[in-house]
């Protein structure tokens, strides 16, 4: 079974500060990786994905993460942060067999400091 | 393009009542899926569907029916609510192959008392 562990269930930032969330994957097979953000009282929206074709992928908002298969991670990171980057970010993992619907983390919610 | 639209937006409901969450996608995507979010547990899947009329089951299922007699609506039926329900139920569609993320609905804040 695939899962996903986000470390850190807050992290706090000064602006301008570099962001780093954590997102650990388990999987049996290459995974199909997603970051998604969420601000207060909305749905998710996609920040980025991973589908094989490059380890460093680059999403909307400045966000990038890379793919490390040999450390299973999947971390996202932005090099200055923003007081609207502040939300709950969440790690995701989707197979392509089997179950095809995602499979989330527990959350990791980022606050920016002025 | 109006994406995933979930109805209602706020429910409150009494110990025993049954109801519907309505979810509908007008992108033609064959996955769907239902979703609960807890404080600290992220999202978790109730069920899911491949395509009409195909449906399973996720982390989650009891006391949540699905089904899919269409490509665009995926309801939630709760049978007999309980207090352990209240929570914050997304719905999310999503087209076909594993490098599809999936697009989710605005929620439905569901309270059971």
């Known amino acids: 079974a695939q899962s996903v562990t986000q470390l850190g269930s807050h992290v706090s930032v000064s602006e301008g500060a570099l962001v780093l969330l954590r997102c650990n994957y388990s999987s049996s097979v290459p995974p199909y990786l997603f970051w998604y953000v969420q601000y207060p009282n909305q749905g998710l929206q996609l920040l980025l994905k991973y589908t094989s074709a490059a380890t460093l992928v680059k999403g909307i908002n400045g966000f990038e993460a890379e793919f490390k298969k040999s450390e299973t991670s999947f971390h996202l990171t932005k090099p200055s942060a923003h007081m609207s980057d502040a939300a709950e970010y969440f790690c995701a993992v989707k197979g392509d067999t089997g179950r095809r619907a995602l499979t989330f983390g527990s959350g990791t919610r980022l606050q920016v400091q002025p | 393009n109006a994406g995933v639209t979930q109805t209602p937006k706020f429910q409150v409901l009494k110990t025993g009542q049954s109801m519907t969450l309505q979810c509908a996608q007008d992108m033609n995507h064959e996955y769907m899926s239902w979703y609960r979010q807890d404080p600290g547990m992220g999202l978790r899947l109730i069920h899911y569907?491949?395509?009409?009329?195909?449906?399973d089951q996720g982390e989650v299922p009891n006391g949540y029916n699905v089904s899919r007699s269409t490509t665009e609506d995926f309801p939630l039926r709760l049978l007999s609510a309980a207090p352990s329900q209240t929570s914050v139920y997304f719905c999310?569609?999503?087209?076909?192959?594993?490098?599809?993320?999936?697009?989710f609905g605005s929620g439905t804040r569901l309270t059971v008392v």
């Open positions: 999310a569609s999503s087209r076909t192959g594993g490098d599809y993320g999936y697009t």
């Open positions: 569907s491949v395509g009409a009329g195909i449906t």
